[in-house]
């Protein structure tokens, strides 16, 4: 065969297997290159997979004579929103019925966690090489694409560490645990494909000051491998007490809805501490009360009605009659209290039971204590014979 024939014939082949070759086999090229965090911010932070460096452009399909569209209203459109799990973003993730150029990468995304936004007119730009017909922008200026992920956060880290050292050490229960950690923690963000829990790779803890140093290994995060999993804090044993959910003053009438449920340190602990809301409603405060601080039976009080020099109404009942007059509170009290008044027309002191506002009541000696005084001396009468 002449050499120009040959030659021809080794063209065509190498053209016909290049032609053949999948678009995918490149994709992995133009996205393994690494991208720096800046670009992985919202809007001019994305990269390009077209024209930049690191990136292979991928080469336009053949024009297809037939635009996408099946039937009337089935045409390529673009979607206001998009969610993807990979760092590319495909023109089907942008563009509904994308047809055989929907798995196309064509922007770098997000990183992982954060929602960034891409303006119509470079999608536009960006799908132009790949002839999608009679493309719909639907109006949209811009397409907003977030990058799913998985959240891991402190919670997630104290839980983990709870369960492991729960019931060990001579410690309580999982529920009377609190951590505390050495420096804040950051939500951390990993691949939203991975389902696995964290794994203690290393555990050190000291019972006698509840210190503890943990490192944590994800399997099948890749994302995991890279960050600085350990954490360093203390432990503490703690228990359910009522503490008041806003500042309180002095004097004031407490209500259930005062009061939050809060774990406090085991160290706080007393016998009379206020535990659950019930046992401060109605009460007043015998002292300013802070926010989030164990309270005290000690602090609380019945609610004083009456106030010391107050006019009061004295009620005096017996039987059949019924008096009132005018009086002073000498006292303060609540109600039930025994204070003394001052009568305000004999001006003779009398003790008083404090029974409503601004009420007190002075009672005459009851029978039975006229029986027993009747008793007793007839026992002293009967010894003395």
């Known amino acids: 065969m002449p050499r120009i024939a040959v030659l021809i014939v080794l ?6 297997v290049a032609f053949l ?6 994709v992995v090229d133009t996205v393994a290159t690494p991208r720096t965090p800046s670009s992985a911010v919202a809007g001019e932070g994305w990269g390009s997979c077209a ?5 292979v452009e991928l080469p336009s399909p053949t024009p297809d004579p037939s635009p996408h569209v099946q039937g009337e209203n089935r045409g390529p459109a673009l979607k206001p929103m998009a969610t993807v799990a ?4 495909r023109i089907g993730d942008l563009i509904e019925n994308a047809g055989v150029v929907a798995d196309v990468a064509i922007f770098r995304a997000p990183d992982l966690g954060q929602t960034g936004s891409v303006s119509a007119s470079r999608v536009i730009d960006a799908v132009r090489p790949h002839h999608i017909i009679g493309l719909d922008t639907r109006g949209l200026a811009e397409v907003e694409v977030t990058r799913a992920s998985r959240s891991i956060t402190s919670k997630d880290v104290e839980a983990r560490i709870v369960r492991a050292l729960a019931g060990q050490y001579g410690l309580a229960d999982a529920k009377s645990l609190t951590v505390t950690f050495d420096n804040e923690m950051r939500t951390l963000q990993i691949e939203a494909g991975v389902s696995a829990e964290l794994r203690i790779a290393r555990l050190v803890f000291e019972p006698r000051t509840g210190r503890f140093d943990v490192s944590f290994e994800l399997p099948g995060s890749a994302v995991a491998r890279k960050l600085a999993l350990r954490f360093t804090g203390s432990l503490t044993e703690t228990f359910e007490a009522a503490v008041p959910a806003r500042q309180i003053a002095q004097g004031e009438v407490l209500n259930a809805s005062d009061f939050t449920v809060a ?7 007393a ?3 206020v535990i659950n809301a019930e046992q401060a409603s109605g009460l007043s405060a015998r002292r300013a009360l802070r926010a989030g601080q164990v309270v005290h039976q000690s602090d609380l009080a019945r609610p004083e009605i009456v106030a010391r020099n107050e006019t009061v109404t004295i009620t005096y009942e017996v039987p059949g ?3 009132t007059m005018r009086g002073q509170a000498l006292e303060s009290g609540a109600q039930g209290d025994l ?6 027309q004999s001006k003779k002191t009398l003790q008083a039971t404090i029974t409503a506002p601004g009420r007190v009541s002075v009672g005459a000696p009851t029978p039975r204590l006229a029986a027993n005084t009747t008793a007793a001396r007839m026992n002293s009468s009967n010894g003395a014979r």
Do not use: D, T
């Not at 063209?11 to 016909?16: H, S, T, V």
């Not at 070759?21 to 490149?26: L, N, Y």
């Not at 204070?339 to 305000?344: D, E, K, M, S, T």
């Open 263 to 269: 774990r406090r340190p085991k160290l706080e602990f």
């Open 51 to 55: 024209g930049q460096g690191g990136c």
């Open 271 to 273: 016998s009379n501490l």
């Open 21 to 26: 070759a999948p678009a995918g086999a490149q």
């Open 339 to 344: 204070i003394n008044v001052l009568n305000g």
């Open 86 to 89: 990979s760092e590319i973003v």
């Open 321 to 323: 009659i019924v008096l």
């Open 11 to 16: 063209i065509a082949g190498a053209a016909l």
